[in-house]
């Protein structure tokens, strides 16, 4: 009889834990996507049934995930975009107090209380906010419904931002600076340097902070909760009224199952275009 | 002394000295739920008391979003559920009670019962009593006078015009069990079992961009209406107490053509496999029933109390009809045809109203 390999002993309980905390959830949320859904009563329904799903081709849901996907692809990008100049200079600045300052801002945003954060966005971004027509600067009237949108998308920014850039701070910190002074030796200025060395070899990490950004934006609930005012609804909130408000059980776990299914396919479909590109 | 006697001893000395250190303290562990805002300011002092008084020992959970969803959540969990008592309203009390998880209450182990009018209880096919009523609430449409210019709302039919573009506030669907959409479909000859010219109306409101935020729950209504760029909104009365209590605010429950909408509130006992936890919540329930602390837990509420002995506050006079008044002003809707709505509603308000809002 075989003998398992000695790496496989050690891969087990890791694997054990993982199948029990997400295999056993997720399968049972995939049973109960698949039962009938009685209106009015606690009691579930008999038999299995594809309707949850069907009922999730309609248009507006299709809408509701497209925009889930399209504000978490904007903030993803905002994010890579904020976080790298802040990730480098947290890294690379000659002053000691600018590295220090800016990584204690960093782990500062992220320890901060979430509620805290987001209702501070709410008085200071919302329609009457101080800072309000900055948000109108995105040609949305701070007085319709659809600001929302931009509301929560400085949330999500929240969130993304100090996680996408404490993890370019670990690959800017893995470069080595003398590739720039080599390429400032060759003639290059700093900015060149920069742009034509630094962020190509840096490009595997900010694609990886940008998926990491996405999977936080699709599967964020709190933000669009307290900032979507009622009308920026993103797939979780769904989720959330089939669950906690109308106990429709059968319908929340099968959008939870389709979003399962759609997020992995945009992350690793978008993870196999990155690799094509950076080869 | 034998080995048996030695350990005996050793028992009743251990037992007899670590007696105070070991001891349970005396009275129930009770889990009680009930609403955020200004409904569990009120109740934590009256809870805190009755600790004092009992030695009961009272948990408070807070309802996330509406009442109903407590059913939802403690639907997989029946019957290895931990709450005792759980503050409701009539539809809410009405699904539980299909769900059978209800304990029926008597006025022989909850006296104070007896000063509640019989019409207030919800009861089971057997007639029996099924819940605490503690409140008379409503649902009403209202306005923040400091924010609304011009001439004065007399009909919701003026919720239309270009001057309320963004300033309405209502809930979604499953908050208030969909009254919205009754109130609208009544403004247009319908009612609850005929929804359509509701629905016709909202999407007329959506697609005119007058309504500026969709709430969910008491603390984000309070919160909307307090900012400042919402001006009207639907909703309960304990949420308009609150608002009322800051700002200038005119509540519609006398509108010649539409109707306000009554219902109430109180505590359900739970079922359990624990005689004295469930006769402990029975007590605590009663306690609230009782006429002072019915008056007090109903005065910053602003609802009425449903005790005979309890006194309203002089602030809510203009809420509540008189009983001449009734049958013109007040509506109260089939709850339970409602709750088996709920699900079908809120399926078409994200289908067809939000994407109207946000299109708007």
Same mark, same amino acid.
């Given at each position: 009889m075989r003998r398992l390999p000695f790496a496989a002993w050690l891969l087990l309980p890791g694997g054990l834990a993982l199948l029990l905390l997400m295999g056993g959830p997720v399968a049972v949320l995939l049973a109960e996507s698949l039962r009938p859904f009685v209106p009015g009563s606690m009691r579930p329904g008999e038999g299995l049934t594809l309707q949850n799903y069907r009922d999730l081709l309609a248009p507006a849901y299709l809408f509701y995930a497209w925009e889930t996907f399209r504000i978490g692809l904007i903030v993803s990008a905002l994010s890579v975009l904020g976080a790298a100049p802040l990730a480098f200079a947290a890294v690379r600045s000659p002053r000691p107090a600018v590295r220090k300052g800016l990584l204690a801002l960093l782990v500062g945003l992220l320890v901060m209380s979430l509620i805290a954060r987001l209702y501070a966005i709410e008085m200071a971004w !919302?329609? *009457? @906010? +101080? *800072?309000a027509p900055i948000g109108a600067l995105t040609g949305i %009237? +701070? $007085?319709? +419904? $659809?600001y929302a949108e931009v509301q929560v998308a400085i949330g999500l920014l929240h969130f993304t931002l100090p996680v996408v850039a404490l993890m370019l701070v670990g690959a800017f910190r893995a470069l080595s600076p003398r590739l720039e002074e080599a390429a400032a030796s060759l003639g290059a200025t700093r900015a060149d340097a920069v742009l034509s060395v630094v962020l190509p070899l840096a490009a595997p990490a900010m694609v990886s902070g940008f998926l990491v950004a996405l999977a936080m934006c699709i599967s964020n609930f709190i933000a669009p909760l307290l900032l !979507? $005012? @009622?009308?920026?609804?993103?797939t979780t909130s769904l989720m959330y009224t089939r669950f906690a408000d109308i106990g429709n059980y059968p319908s929340g776990a099968a959008i939870g199952i389709s979003m399962l299914l759609l997020s992995f396919a945009v992350v690793y479909g978008l993870a196999a275009l990155a690799r094509r590109a950076l080869r | 002394m034998d080995r048996r006697q030695l350990l005996a001893a050793m028992a009743a000395t251990a037992g007899s000295s670590a007696g105070p250190v070991f001891a349970q303290p005396r009275g129930e562990q009770l889990l009680v739920v009930m609403w955020g805002a200004q409904w569990i300011e009120v109740c934590r002092p009256i809870g805190e008391e009755w600790m004092r008084a009992t030695g009961d020992r009272i948990q408070w959970e807070l309802h996330a !979003? @509406? %009442?109903?969803a407590v059913v939802g959540r403690l639907r997989p969990l029946w019957p290895r559920i931990q709450q005792n008592l759980i503050a409701a309203w009539d539809p809410v009390f009405d699904a539980m009670m299909e769900a059978g998880w209800m304990e029926p209450v008597d006025p022989a182990e909850m006296p104070a019962l007896r000063e509640i009018p019989d019409i207030f209880f919800k009861k089971n096919a057997q007639g029996q009593r099924m819940t605490v009523p503690l409140s008379t609430a409503g649902a009403f449409w209202g306005y923040r006078t400091d924010l609304v210019s011009g001439t004065p709302i007399e009909?919701? #039919?003026? *919720? &239309? #015009? +270009? $001057?309320?573009r963004g300033k309405l506030c209502v809930p979604v669907p499953v908050n208030l069990s969909g009254l919205l959409m009754v109130s609208l479909a009544i403004q247009r000859g319908g009612n609850e079992r005929n929804i359509e010219p509701g629905w016709q109306f909202l999407t007329e409101l959506a697609r005119r961009g007058n309504i500026g935020r969709v709430v969910a729950n008491n603390s984000e209504m309070i919160s909307a209406m307090s900012a @400042?760029? &919402?001006?009207v909104a639907f909703w309960n009365t304990g949420g308009w107490q609150a608002v009322r209590n800051r700002f200038p605010c005119r509540l519609l429950t006398r509108l010649t053509d539409n109707k306000g909408f009554l219902f109430n509130e109180g505590f359900a006992v739970m079922r359990g496999d624990n005689p004295a936890r469930i006769a402990a919540a029975k007590r605590f329930a009663n306690h609230f029933a009782t006429a002072p602390i019915n008056t007090r837990y109903n005065m910053p509420l602003g609802s009425g109390p449903t005790n005979v002995n309890s006194q309203a506050a002089e602030s809510i006079r203009d809420i509540f009809y008189t009983p001449e008044e009734l049958p013109r002003f007040a509506y109260i809707p089939d709850y339970s045809f409602m709750a088996s709505q709920v699900d079908a509603w809120t399926r078409r308000w994200e289908q067809e109203i939000t994407p109207l809002i946000r299109r708007a």
């Open positions: !919302g329609s *009457l @906010g +101080p *800072l %009237a +701070p $007085r319709s +419904p $659809r !979507g $005012r @009622g009308v920026v609804v993103f | !979003g @509406g %009442a109903m009909s919701i #039919e003026q *919720l &239309l #015009e +270009p $001057r309320f @400042g760029d &919402l001006s």
